[in-house]
Structures are given as C-alpha cells and as structure tokens.
T-cell receptor
C-alpha cells in the first residue's frame, strides 16, 4: 500500500500561470517532506523541502505548503516556465530509531506550454 | 555535470548473464544508495551504505549483490535476473545517513532491460 500518493500522473499549464502539484500521505509520523524534479535521461534533483513543524516554505518561484491535518502537501510554481517541464516526485521521510526512510510518490509529469 | 556518475547508461542482458552497474560520487559524501524505479511505480530503496558498511537491505533478491569498496564507489552486481527486473536503477549519495532531512544527489541512472 502506497504511503505517498501523487494522484495526478500529469498536469499541463500555460507559461506564466501557476502550477500546483499535489501529494497525499498516509503516515502521520512522517516528519520531513521533499520535492524532487526529474528531466528525461537525468536523475532526480532536489528542489525544495519542508519540515513537519512548518506549514510553508518558499524558494523563489517555488513554494511548498503542508497541511498536516489533511496529510497533504502541494508544490506551487509561479510563474511557470517551459523549463519547468519535468516529472516532479514528492517524498516523505520517517526518522525512526535513527534510521531514515525516504518514501517516494509515483511522480507527476508537468508540461508548461507557451 | 552531476556529482554522481553512473555507467553504463543503458544495459540489455539475458537472464543468464552476469553484469555490474557502477556508480561514482565526487561530492565527498559518506552515504550511497541504490534505488529501483519501475514503470508507474515509486522509487524503491534497495540498499544503503554508510561509511562503506551496508546499513539497509530492503528484502532485495539475492540476484542483486551490492559492493562498496570505498566511500566514492558503489557497484550493483547482477546475475540470473528476471524480465520483471527491467527498470531504471538509480544511484544516489548524501552527506551522511540517518537524518530525515538528508538530501539525496542522484546519478542519471542505468536503464536495464532483461530479455
């Protein structure tokens, strides 16, 4: 059973508009969340993260929101650019007995068109 | 240029072959990882090495055998694989292991096809 879910396999957004990528999780013990971005033929690269003690983290055009009561996080990209077209993976981390496990979602493919 | 280099980029092998995937990190990190990404599935952690010692083995079949000769190199030895093992195999590294906030740096992966 998947603990981290990205229910939208793809998203298409016009350049300049806001892109909102969603992620849901089931384990309330997760204490850290990360977003990775993956271009074709490349490995995922770290984009932005948020600790469970916060509800928002912003880095330039990218903002991650965390709603712990809903077990939901989202990544906002504004304004969206064609170079943002990639697959975005949500990941959640659980620190238990000094062993961290990073659980990934299946990814959402974002396409930003002119 | 990525700090984590994987070779080969593509590999096609028969079920009776033996092959090895190689990973090298140039970031001075202490932890290295093997992940598997199958189509439409999440990335799955296979192995973790911290300071050249294996610290995690997620019930991976014995036909996958990791090796970490030093903190910069990681291998995944493959033998008698099955067609369902066809996937993208990603190597990653992080500064240390054991922190929930640890960021992973990934290589470009090896796309493996088992015939």
């Amino acid at each position: 059973d998947q603990q981290v879910k990205q229910n939208s396999p793809s998203l298409s957004v016009q350049e300049g508009r806001i892109s909102i990528l969603n992620c849901d999780y089931t384990n309330s013990m997760f204490d850290y969340f990360l977003w990775y971005k993956k271009y074709p033929a490349e490995g995922p690269t770290f984009l932005i993260s948020i600790s469970s003690i916060k509800d928002k983290n912003e880095d330039g055009r990218f903002t991650v929101f965390l709603n712990k009561s809903a077990k939901h996080l989202s990544l906002h990209i504004v304004p969206s650019q064609p170079g943002d077209s990639a697959v975005y993976f949500c990941a959640a981390s659980l620190t238990l007995y000094n062993t961290d496990k990073l659980i990934f979602g299946t990814g959402t493919r974002l396409q930003v068109f002119p | 240029e990525t700090g984590v280099t994987q070779t080969p980029r593509h590999l096609v092998m028969g079920m009776t072959n033996k092959k090895s995937l190689k990973c090298e990190q140039h970031l001075g990190h202490n932890a290295m990882y093997w992940y598997k990404q199958s189509a439409k599935k999440p990335l799955e952690l296979m192995f973790v090495y911290s300071l050249e010692e294996r610290v995690e083995n997620n019930s991976v079949p014995s036909r996958f055998s990791p090796e970490c000769p030093n903190s910069s190199h990681l291998f995944l030895h493959l033998h008698t694989l099955q067609p369902e093992d066809s996937a993208l195999y990603l190597c990653a590294s992080s500064q240390d292991w054991g922190s929930s906030s640890e960021k992973l740096f990934f290589g470009s992966g090896t796309q493996l096809s088992v015939l």
